[in-house]
């Protein structure tokens, strides 16, 4: 069974830039949290979205947003991207919705903001 | 809403000594509560959970303990390996909510 995949992998954008990162969870998994890591602050959550609804957001700007397909395929996207934005954007998902279960991360985007 | 706290943020054992990591949790709601490990550039995987209705869990080398009444919960990882030194992150979750990380500790074993 093929893991969760995130792209791209790695990105270079410029402050007031925008971005696009991409998620493909397991196979059946309908559950995608999106998480932000940066040295010191660990896992931060952003949002998770089961079955095509947003179930819960963190304390995050209106500039984060993120979306959910059919498929379970997840998107999220920064606009007016600043130098803080710079992290590891970390992708999981779960069979079922909420936070009692096992989750599988992808291996992240590491987005840089110059 | 949910506060985590972990501590230490570091730690250095000897190869064969023991490691301990504790976290505390604010929400007393909360009935979930995952260790995830972090190796260098490698995606965050679970090595051990446990439940609300359960105060200890032993996988092996690795065991974790529950103290609701004080709301908090510890790693414990026996017998340390160099293949242990990463980064663990513990984390708290609950039925309605989100499942809130830890700040992480990074475990380093010398051989």
């Known amino acids: 069974k093929a893991g969760v995949t995130q792209t791209p992998r790695y990105l270079i954008k410029t402050r007031g830039q925008q971005v696009t990162l991409s998620c493909s969870p397991i196979s059946g998994h309908r559950s995608v949290s999106w998480y932000q890591q940066t040295p010191g602050q660990g896992l931060q959550f952003l949002f998770e979205?089961?079955?095509?609804?947003?179930?819960n957001k963190g304390n995050f700007p209106g500039r984060f947003s993120g979306r959910q397909f059919s498929n379970s395929r997840s998107e999220m996207n920064v606009s007016t991207l600043e130098l803080g934005d710079s992290a590891l954007y970390l992708c999981a998902s779960s069979f079922k919705a909420g936070s009692t279960g096992e989750l599988f991360f992808g291996e992240g985007s590491r987005l840089t903001v110059l | 809403g949910e506060n985590v706290e972990q501590h230490p943020s570091t730690l250095s054992v000897q190869e064969g000594d023991s490691a301990v990591i504790k976290c505390t949790y604010s929400d007393s709601a909360s009935n979930y509560f995952p260790w995830y490990k972090q190796e260098l550039g490698k995606r965050p995987q679970l090595i051990i959970d446990?439940?609300?209705?359960?105060g200890e869990k032993k996988d092996q080398r690795i065991a974790v303990t529950l103290n609701k009444t004080a709301k908090h919960f510890s790693l414990h990882i026996t017998e340390t390996q160099p293949e242990d030194s990463a980064v663990y992150f513990c984390a708290v979750g609950s039925n309605t909510d989100k499942l809130i990380f830890g700040t992480g500790t990074r475990l380093q074993v010398f051989p």
């Open positions: 446990i439940r609300s209705n359960v």
């Open positions: 979205y089961f079955s095509e609804t947003q179930r």
